[in-house]
C-alpha cells in the first residue's frame, strides 16, 4: 500500500476568466433521493445549454443504497434493509444517510478543462483538503477511486474509506459528486459491499475522534472547494433550474 504521492498537491480546476462564481447552497432537512436526481439531470442540462450558473449542492439522505454504473448484484448483501435506487453515476454500490454530507457538483468542463482523469483528482484534492483542516490524512489510491485513512489502531496494512465518489458527465456538464462521512450510522454500510471493496472498512471523522458539527465541515469544504475550483456565491432559498 503507498500514498500517491500527489496527495500532498493542490490541483486547481479552475474556469475560464470572466466566469460566474459557483453558487454555493445547502438543503434542510432531508432530501428525497429522486428529487435530487432529477434536479440535477436538469440543471446540469440548463447548464450546458448556458441557462444556468454552475452550483454546488450540499444535502443529506434519508437512509438508502444507490447502485452505479459497475455495481454487482452480489454486492448488494441485504437488499431489503433500505431503499436501493439505480443511477447512472459512476462506480458501485454505496450507502448515502442522515450523518453523511453529499455534495452534488454541476459544473460545466467546458468552461474548465474537459478532462474527466483531471476532474475526478480535483475532487480527490478537495476532500484531502477539507479533512486536513481537521488534522485527518486522506489519501488516494491508484487502484480504488474515493479517499482513504490509514489505521493503524485496526493492524498495520488496515485502512477505512472516509469519502466516495461517483460521477456523471452529459455534454461536459458534470453532476451527482462527493459524499464524505462525518457522523453517520456506520452499520448501515454493512448491507453491501461498498464501493465492490471487501478488504478494507469505511470510517468518519467522529468515528476517527474528531467531534465536528456538520456546519463545521460544510465551512472547510467550502474554503477547500474555493482554493481548487474557484470563488462561490451562496444561495439561499429555492433552487431554480435554470433561465
Given at each position: 500500500m503507498v500514498a500517491n504521492p500527489r496527495d500532498s498537491l493542490v490541483e486547481r480546476f479552475l474556469s475560464e476568466s470572466g466566469s460566474d462564481s459557483v453558487e454555493w447552497a445547502i438543503a434542510e432537512g432531508l432530501t428525497p433521493y429522486e428529487?435530487?436526481?432529477?434536479?440535477?439531470?436538469?440543471?446540469?442540462?440548463?447548464?450546458?445549454?448556458?441557462?444556468?450558473?454552475?452550483l454546488v449542492w450540499l444535502v443529506e439522505h434519508p437512509p438508502l443504497y444507490t447502485?452505479?454504473?459497475?455495481?454487482?448484484?452480489?454486492?448488494?448483501?441485504?437488499?431489503?434493509?433500505?431503499?436501493?435506487?439505480?443511477?447512472?453515476?459512476?462506480?458501485?454500490?454505496?450507502?448515502?444517510?442522515?450523518?453523511?454530507?453529499?455534495?452534488?457538483?454541476?459544473?460545466?468542463?467546458?468552461r474548465r478543462t474537459p478532462d474527466l482523469r483531471r476532474y475526478v483528482a480535483a475532487l480527490e484534492a478537495w476532500l484531502i483538503q477539507t479533512l486536513a483542516t481537521f488534522n485527518i490524512r486522506g489519501e488516494r489510491r491508484e487502484d480504488r477511486v474515493g479517499v482513504w485513512v490509514r489505521r493503524p489502531d485496526k493492524g498495520e496494512a488496515a485502512e477505512?474509506?472516509?469519502?466516495?465518489?461517483?460521477?456523471?458527465?452529459?455534454?461536459?456538464?458534470?453532476?451527482?459528486?462527493?459524499?464524505?462521512?462525518?457522523?453517520?450510522?456506520?452499520?448501515?454500510?454493512s448491507g453491501i459491499v461498498p464501493c465492490g471493496v471487501t478488504q478494507?472498512?469505511?470510517?468518519?471523522?467522529?468515528?476517527?475522534?474528531?467531534?465536528?458539527?456538520?456546519?463545521?465541515?460544510?465551512?472547510?469544504?467550502?474554503?477547500?472547494?474555493?482554493?481548487?475550483?474557484?470563488?462561490?456565491?451562496?444561495?439561499?432559498?429555492?433552487?431554480?433550474?435554470?433561465?
Open positions: 428529487q435530487a436526481v432529477a434536479f440535477m439531470e436538469a440543471r446540469a442540462e440548463a447548464i450546458a445549454d448556458g441557462r444556468a450558473r454552475e447502485a452505479g454504473t459497475s455495481a454487482q448484484a452480489s454486492d448488494l448483501v441485504d437488499p431489503d434493509r433500505f431503499p436501493v435506487h439505480q443511477t447512472g453515476r459512476g462506480g458501485q454500490y454505496t450507502y448515502h444517510g442522515p450523518g453523511q454530507r453529499v455534495a452534488y457538483v454541476m459544473l460545466d468542463l467546458k477505512d474509506k472516509i469519502a466516495a465518489i461517483g460521477i456523471r458527465v452529459r455534454r461536459w456538464a458534470t453532476y451527482h459528486g462527493i459524499s464524505l462521512n462525518v457522523e453517520p450510522d456506520l452499520a448501515h454500510f478494507h472498512g469505511v470510517t468518519s471523522l467522529v468515528d476517527l475522534g474528531i467531534p465536528v458539527t456538520m456546519p463545521e465541515v460544510d465551512a472547510a469544504m467550502r474554503r477547500a472547494f474555493e482554493d481548487i475550483f474557484g470563488p462561490t456565491e451562496r444561495v439561499v432559498g429555492p433552487l431554480p433550474v435554470g433561465n
